[in-house]
T-cell receptor, first 116, second 113 residues
Framework: AQTVTQSQPEMSVQEAETVTLSCTYDTSENNYYLFWYKQPPSRQMILVIRQEAYKQQNATENRFSVNFQKAAKSFSLKISDSQLGDTAMYFC?????????????FGTGTRLTIIP | DGGITQSPKYLFRKEGQNVTLSCEQN?????MYWYRQDPGQGLRLIYYSQIVNDFQKGDIAEGYSVSREKKESFPLTVTSAQKNPTAFYLC????????????FGDGTRLSIL
């Protein structure tokens, strides 16, 4: 079974600063997918970024980027030029590359607060 | 606009009562999922369905039941056997192939009276 660990329950940074959220996972699979989801106070889950394990290049989406270290089983999220709207819970999630079984395993989340 | 609609937004259950949470999607997605969210525990998978008339148990299926009679609908029933039903419930859907990410609804908060 896969496990996902987010060791930072809460973080806060000043607006416009850069912040990194950590995520580690445990799996015996070689091919898989990793995701970061954002859950603002409205409680809707929003996909932030996605990484395929077979790709060595780190994924980026505007101000969001990841540092994917496959050997270390680490998948951190970096938010650059943080904005007040980035305040949310952030969840790291794992999906096996197994057709017909696209289940997500989530970490416990990191509550990020952007301070004006 | 395409999306996932969960209803109601808030739901209250009396002891011994079954309640059903609705989840409808118009994204033409094959796969649908139900998650439970408790404080400090992230999301845990209850049930999922890859295709109409078929579904599988997730990690915490006890005390819950589902049906998938139509592609766009995946209702979740919280039965009286679920002794701790107070939680936030999220429904999600995905294309079900090519490992596409899941899209989520806005959730239903269930509380015990």
């Amino acid at each position: 079974a896969q496990t996902v660990t987010q060791s930072q329950p809460e973080m806060s940074v000043q607006e416009a600063e850069t912040v990194t959220l950590s995520c580690t996972y445990d799996t015996s699979e070689n091919n898989y997918y990793l995701f970061w989801y954002k859950q603002p106070p409205s409680r809707q889950m929003i996909l932030v970024i996605r990484q395929e394990a077979y790709k060595q290049q780190n994924a980026t989406e505007n101000r969001f980027s990841v540092n994917f270290q496959k050997a270390a089983k680490s998948f951190s999220l970096k938010i650059s030029d943080s904005q007040l709207g980035d305040t949310a819970m952030y969840f790291c999630a794992f999906m096996k590359q197994n057709f017909g079984n696209e289940k997500l395993t989530f970490g416990t989340g990191t509550r990020l607060t952007i301070i004006p | 606009d395409g999306g996932i609609t969960q209803s109601p937004k808030y739901l209250f259950r009396k002891e011994g009562q079954n309640v059903t949470l609705s989840c409808e999607q118009n994204l033409n997605h094959d796969a649908m999922y139900w998650y439970r969210q408790d404080p400090g525990q992230g999301l845990r998978l209850i049930y999922y369905s890859q295709i109409v008339n078929d579904f599988q148990k997730g990690d915490i299926a006890e005390g819950y039941s589902v049906s998938r009679e139509k592609k766009e609908s995946f209702p979740l029933t919280v039965t009286s056997a679920q002794k701790n039903p107070t939680a936030f419930y999220l429904c999600a859907s995905s294309i079900g192939r090519e490992r596409q990410p899941q899209h989520f609804g806005d959730g239903t908060r269930l509380s015990i009276l």
